[in-house]
Every structure is written in structure tokens, then in C-alpha cells.
């Protein structure tokens, strides 16, 4: 009898790995993969940036998530990060150093953006961290410099990202 249960366990940890392989979760983006694979199998990326190691191509399969590949010269996969939108690496924006290519390459394009010429501009990026739905804003001087980073609960989450 004790058999049974643990028998039905193991079944059910490998139901649960093959859906997890077929819903794209990842499993067959691994570092060294070409980009136009990746392209087949995730479609057509947020944004892509190009740099003098390569390209950086940035996916949201959620509106609170957003993942950034690297690819070498030869289009080669070299790095992923599976979720850059957290308050660490928000928290890692100098300001008076970054620029808003800077923000971009890091994060890819801002969902949401207000700008004010003569006064700079405020980009506002939406995630999920352990369950709370958080909000970074960044503003930005006149000159596209980071002047600060604003991260708080956002109170008026809703359908838009979750």
C-alpha cells in the first residue's frame, strides 16, 4: 500500500516537468542556442538592442515579467535572466550615471512613459514580487540623466498585469 502513494508522486512531479517543457518554460532556451530558434519557438521579441558584443532581446511572457537574452556576434545565446523587473536591480540604478539607454538595455522598453520636455521625463515599470505588486519609477532630467528611482506597492494594481 505504501507503495502506491509514492509511485502516483513520482507520476505526478513528471506530469508536472513535461507541462512545464511544453508551455515554454524555458527548458529548451539554453545558452548556445541561436536567436532565430529562439524567435520560432517565443515569437517575436519586446525589443531588440544591439551592442558590440552581440544583441540583447528582451521577451514578457507576463505583463509583470520581463526576460533579457544575450547573444553573441554569431547570434549565439550566451545568458538569460528570467525576471529583471525586481527591486534589487532597481535599486542598482546610479543617479547622475544612468541614462535612459542605460534603463532600456537593463529592462527593456518602459510600459509606460510620461514626458515633459523641459523637465525630464518619468518611466514606470509594473512587477510581482513575492506576491506584492510593486511599481518602479524612474525620473529622468532634461538631459535623459537618471535623476531617481522611486519603488513602492502599487495601489491601483489591477487586470492590466497581472
Not at 527593456?108 to 505588486?133: I, N, Q
Not at 537618471?146 to 492590466?160: I, K, S, T, W
Request: hydrophobic share 40%.
Amino acid at each position: 500500500m505504501t507503495m502506491a502513494p509514492r509511485g502516483m508522486s513520482w507520476l505526478l512531479a513528471a506530469i508536472l516537468l513535461a507541462g512545464c517543457a511544453a508551455s515554454g518554460g524555458g527548458s529548451a532556451v539554453r545558452p548556445g542556442v541561436l536567436l532565430d530558434d529562439v524567435q520560432a519557438q517565443w515569437g517575436t521579441p519586446k525589443a531588440v538592442y544591439q551592442h558590440g558584443q552581440g544583441q540583447r532581446v528582451f521577451y514578457s511572457p507576463q505583463p509583470w515579467q520581463v526576460r533579457r537574452l544575450d547573444f553573441d556576434t554569431q547570434g549565439r545565446l550566451q545568458q538569460i535572466h528570467e525576471q529583471v523587473l525586481t527591486s534589487a536591480q532597481f535599486a542598482g540604478i546610479v543617479a547622475g550615471k544612468w541614462r535612459a539607454a542605460d534603463v532600456q538595455q537593463t529592462f527593456g522598453p518602459p510600459p509606460r512613459r510620461a514626458d515633459d520636455a523641459d523637465k525630464g521625463s518619468v518611466w514606470s515599470y509594473f512587477f510581482l514580487e513575492y506576491g506584492v505588486h510593486r511599481a518602479a519609477r524612474i525620473h529622468f532630467d532634461a538631459s535623459g540623466t537618471v535623476a531617481g528611482v522611486d519603488l513602492l506597492e502599487d495601489p491601483a494594481a489591477d487586470n492590466r498585469y497581472r
